[in-house]
């Protein structure tokens, strides 16, 4: 029997070989893969504070408000639509009704509506605490309501859970973003009323952290900038019930300590994490880190990945399983409309359509995974 599997595996490899000397074989690295520019100015304005975007169950990308450098009025209320992952992008409204701001999170329900809670605002003596609801992509937005009970903040963290509740916790409430509290508050009808859940969940009151809400149901939140000393944290917390209680799972993640960082959730569960700056060493970073265990350790993919060194940019996840970075800055004054995208290798951006009785080889050789191209093969 072991000389049959012998023989088996050489002729699978034969097979193989012959493939790839066809022309009839995609070929992917397993090693880190690398990020690709999409477009190097998008169309809107460059910003920062760019957390309010959001990936819409058809795929589409909207991004609204954030902070320019001064070419336009610093505080934005645009929003803005792409339908190609980043590549193009159409203008949904100028100047929508809520307040330019930045450093609010982008929520979609569970029904598709866009929830805008909070954030720093211009027109609201500095920070906000109104929800604001869209229910055709942004193109309009009703106010639901002018005070929503939890502090006026912003660098806040927020989810939409699968049950149909928002979350919303933490963020920088006086002054330059002092005090900070860590607080979690829970809507149950799209922001109209909101109820606190836990006035001190244990992790250090922090501001402008990332917030992954993994498919599990499970939030995991990471990093940010902890307390008035401008110190920034690289620790990862997570909920299994629905931010009610929290556990702290890493005092010190492998990555430096940042805020302003972004993340984005695979459909597998893994956790991807993507520069920010880290303030004690006056550091801009552009590494990418990933998780496989919901943020318990980490991995480096790329130490440098391509784009510039920058923080509040935003990213997320696709359909496709491809991860989106937009925007940020890499100083206080530098500020950037790019977009960049990454194919993280277990997710193909090959569309794999087979013939009924066609020969699929899936086989690992040197780290390399070997799939069939276009034609097909049949029995």
């Known amino acids: ?33 690398a990020w690709t520019e999409l477009n190097s100015s998008a169309g809107w304005p460059a910003r920062g504070g760019l957390t309010g975007v959001v990936a819409m169950p058809d795929g589409s990308i909207v991004l609204m408000g954030g902070e320019n450098n001064g070419t336009i009025s610093r505080f934005l209320n645009d929003v803005w639509r792409s339908t190609d992952n980043g590549v ?20 979609v329900s569970t029904d598709g509506s866009i929830i805008v809670a909070g954030g720093y605002a211009i027109g609201t003596g500095g920070y906000a605490n109104d929800t604001w609801r869209s229910t055709d992509k942004g193109v309009t937005w009703v106010q639901v309501n002018t005070n929503s009970g939890w502090s006026a903040r912003w ?65 995991v939140i990471m990093g940010g900038m902890i307390n008035s000393s401008d110190q920034d944290s690289n620790e990862t917390w997570k909920s299994t019930d629905r931010g009610l209680t929290w556990t702290l799972i890493n005092t010190s993640s492998g990555w430096l300590p940042r805020r302003a960082l972004s993340d984005a959730v695979l459909p597998d569960g893994s956790i991807f994490l993507m520069g920010g700056r880290y303030t004690l060493k006056n550091i801009y970073l552009n590494d990418t880190w990933k998780s ?34 937009l925007g940020g800055m890499n100083d206080d004054t530098n500020y950037r409309n790019d977009t960049w995208r990454l194919q993280p290798m277990g997710f193909s951006r090959f569309p794999l359509n087979f013939q009924k009785n066609s020969i699929v080889v899936l086989f690992p050789v040197r780290n390399y995974l070997f799939v069939p191209a276009q034609k097909s093969f049949h029995l």
């Open 1 to 33: 029997m072991k000389g049959v599997m012998m023989k088996y595996s050489f002729f699978l490899v034969l097979l193989i070989t012959l493939l790839m000397s066809a022309g009839c074989v995609n070929e992917l690295k397993s090693n880190n893969p």
């Open 88 to 107: 193009t992008w159409t203008q949904q409204t100028a100047n929508a009704t809520w307040s330019g701001r930045d450093n609010f999170p982008g929520i």
């Open 292 to 325: 496989t265990d919901e943020g318990a350790t980490w991995s480096l993919v790329n130490v440098s990945s391509g784009w510039n060194e920058r923080y509040s940019q935003h990213s997320m996840a696709m359909p496709d399983g491809s991860i989106i970075l």
């Open 155 to 219: 660098g806040h963290g927020g989810v939409a859970m699968p049950d149909g509740s928002i979350l919303i916790m933490g963020g920088g409430v006086g002054p330059h973003g002092y005090p900070i509290p860590s607080d979690v508050w829970r809507s149950t009808d799209k922001g109209a009323t909101w109820t606190e859940i836990n006035s001190s969940p244990g992790w250090s009151p922090r501001r402008n952290f990332a917030t992954a809400l993994l498919p599990d149901g499970n939030i």
